[in-house]
């Protein structure tokens, strides 16, 4: 798709026009591709001669206040440039929507490989390994990172991160429910009680998995990570928890390891993980029954909100009903740490 010709919702010459006057060194026309794979806000690769660039930009369309934040996609990449957090170069953000009607920003593209399959196929087994600790390394940097002295001090509430998570998804469950879930229920009861009593902040990234990390086209070692929708200030821990869902999850609930010989695939088990991130992380806390309660039970809502939509016949994918029946088997497996 070149530019002067209408891209999916706007022009790419008024958008050419832009990039030209605001980044050096841009020449020729632009090619235009977007990326497939995304819920949420369109991305694009922006090609031209001699440069390539990354464009996110919202959805056409009215939207709720705070959904779709571009601006704060922009503003976490942008302050977490230098901190050791591996992030793609943040160019410009526009929220001038005569542009191409939404506000939207710009990266450098970085080149990588993207797997969306943890057992990272086609790896050999070595540097599976490595790409692990990578893993770590780069969710240790983040939480890391000094939020305040890189600017992002208002970038969320700080402190009792886990209390409010608990009360937004208890309050989900409520409004998206398709069915009875015991299991549900007594989390809903059983894990405002049994929040930890540490209050460390960081920023968090809010959906830290192999799926959204880019790693170098031939070293074993994290280039970028991706996909800063969800991204606040929260508790580092409910990062690590996420992530470690892969491993008490099977193959068929959402892509998980569990039952996996991880021997045989270079893959560390959970916690040899949880030590190779310990080691680098600066915070001291470690996961506990809850923590991994409560990521199962945020799933288990996030999969109930996709079957209520499919329900509903709306749903943004075609297999949105089967992925809501993993509403019942992850908050299943959440009720197993009560």
Known sequence: M???????????GALDAHLK????????????????GGQSNPT???TYPGRSLVLRKQPPGELLPSAHAVDREYRVIRALAGTGVPVPPALLF????AVIGTPFYVMDKVEGRVFHDCTLPGVPPAERAAMYASMAQALAALHNADFAAIGLGDYGKPGNYFGRQIARWSRQWALSRTREDANI?????WLPQHVPADDTTSVVHGDFRIGNLMFHPARPEVVAVLDWELSTLGHPLADLAHVAMAWVSKPAEYGGIEGLDLDALGIPSLPAFEAAYAAQARHGQGLTPFHMA?????????FEGIAARAAAGNAASDDAAATGRLSEAFAARAATYI
């Open 44 to 46: 694009f690769f922006v």
């Open 94 to 97: 526009c929220d001038d929507r």
């Open 294 to 302: 409560f990521a199962l039970f945020r799933w288990a809502v996030i």
């Open 185 to 189: 229920e007594r989390l809903v009861q």
């Open 2 to 12: 070149s530019g002067g010709v209408a891209a999916p919702g706007f022009d790419v």
């Open 21 to 36: 006057r605001a980044v050096d060194g841009l020449d020729g026309t632009p090619l235009l591709q977007q990326i497939s």
